[in-house]
């Protein structure tokens, strides 16, 4: 049975792959704005599968809580989850999703996702205001969501694992659309003209660097029409030497048992204890809990590449062992 982690992700698999899919149509009139709301989506349903993944798919974990009025007109000093008006619980939003995987776990995340996801979400949220007809927003747009493609891409392998090998994930170059001989125009009206102005600020602290990261606001795909010589194929070699090193590609899948990296575990232990330091002692008890496979385990970063570094991730339940070392904040000593 799978995990509600993987059944979230595989949901924003999915919403990413509906946003591509309607991006790429020859003939959309509502191309970049549903884009935008879609692809939105799917990076709600990622971030909210990480939340799931690191708090062993405790689905409570992604409620929105707050502080109930009581009968005497008085807060409530415990907080519980926030009702919709069905009566079940609300599920916390995108970024309240980001800010628990990044604060309550210390998981890193580079700065330029965040502006990236924040700026499409101007544009989903603007939507409403204006069927995009103009070359220039489109053209933003593009770069934007060409961006986040690859930082969803990068963000779901190093969380998730290679789960997205068998997916093409590109948008469609707009000189596939358009003529680019023409000018752009200045149709703009005055709300794709805030939009536009608010993701040129945006992208302002990103200008000094020219170089392309694994993590990007925007980028621009350009497209280039050659004739192909017959022999510019790619090489292919196939070796029938039994003695060749066998490569497995079947890869254990275990981050549901061990979600948490080194960073993660020490996030939580300095949020679980009172008198918690990252000092030799805590190396001493962890690389001793490291040992057995209940709480650690060692993998490969690569796994088609045996001879290639390693990480060890760690199963939540280690944080128990912590507790006969350190006091926890409730009040509880070792």
Not at 37 to 52: G, Q, R, T
């Amino acid at each position: 049975m799978k995990s509600r982690s993987r059944l979230m992700l595989e949901k924003s698999v999915a919403a990413m792959l509906s946003a591509i899919e309607i991006y790429n149509k020859p003939d959309f009139k509502y191309r970049e704005e549903t884009f935008s709301v879609l692809c939105i989506n799917s990076w709600e349903l990622l971030f909210k599968a990480k939340v799931l993944n690191l708090a062993s798919n405790k689905l409570a974990s992604l409620y929105a809580m707050e502080h109930k009025t009581l009968k005497t007109g008085k807060k409530s000093p415990v907080k519980r989850p926030k009702k919709n008006r069905s009566g079940n619980p609300m599920s916390i939003n995108l970024f309240e999703a980001y800010r628990i995987v990044n604060e309550e776990y210390g998981v890193k995340i580079e700065r330029a996702v965040n502006d990236n996801i924040i700026a499409l979400t101007e544009i989903r949220d603007n939507s409403i205001h204006f069927v995009n007809d103009d070359l220039l927003l489109s053209l933003k747009i593009q770069e934007l969501g060409s961006a986040s493609l690859q930082n969803y891409l990068h963000l779901v392998s190093a969380w998730f694992g290679d789960v997205l090998s068998g997916y093409n994930f590109y948008l469609m170059p707009l000189s596939f659309f358009r003529n680019f001989s023409e000018a752009p125009g200045i149709s703009l009206n005055s709300s794709e003209k805030k939009v536009l102005e608010y993701i040129k600020k945006s992208e302002e602290p990103y200008d000094g660097s020219e170089n392309i990261g694994d993590y990007n606001l925007t980028l621009r795909i350009d497209v280039k029409f050659q004739k192909v010589k017959s022999t510019s194929g790619m090489p292919i070699q196939i070796s029938n030497d039994p003695n060749a090193t066998t490569v497995f590609l079947l890869e254990e899948d275990f981050t549901d048992k061990y979600p948490w990296d080194y960073d993660v575990l020490s996030t939580r232990l300095s949020k679980r204890y009172s008198d918690f330091k990252m000092n030799a002692a805590y190396h001493k008890i962890r690389k001793k809990l490291e040992k057995d496979k209940k709480f650690a385990y060692e993998r490969l970063l690569n796994p088609k590449n045996p001879n290639g570094g390693k990480k060890t991730f760690y199963n939540p339940n280690i944080q128990k062992e912590f507790d006969k070392y350190y006091t926890n904040c409730s009040g509880t000593s070792h």
